[in-house]
């Protein structure tokens, strides 16, 4: 169900929309519909990588509220250089002495 909404604009936001819609041959609505999709998107994608961050979610959690598949998830990870397995290096050593039959 679509919604109607009213915003008001600054004059230079406004400048700046126009250019957009002549660039995309799109009506103002078009033109604000898609700028706010990419905006959520990428809203989303932020929020999403600041919860792998702080462990609060599992990466195919992460994927799916962004709507994305788990391979671009993992592409965004490691473009923003987040460690979202929360593997440190003693679970690494623990790991090798179990596997050693040490522990």
Sequence with gaps: MAATISVRLDKSLLKD???IEKNWQ????????????KAVS??????ALQQLREHKISIGKAAEECEV???EMIDFVKE?????????????????????GKY
């Design 17 to 19: 929309l126009s250019l």
């Design 26 to 37: 799109a009506d103002r609505s078009e033109a604000i519909r898609r700028l706010l999709a």
């Design 42 to 47: 990428s809203w989303k994608i932020q929020n």
């Design 69 to 71: 598949s788990l391979w």
């Design 80 to 100: 923003n250089n987040i460690d979202w397995t929360a593997y440190s290096k003693e679970d690494l050593e623990r790991d090798i002495k179990v596997l050693e």
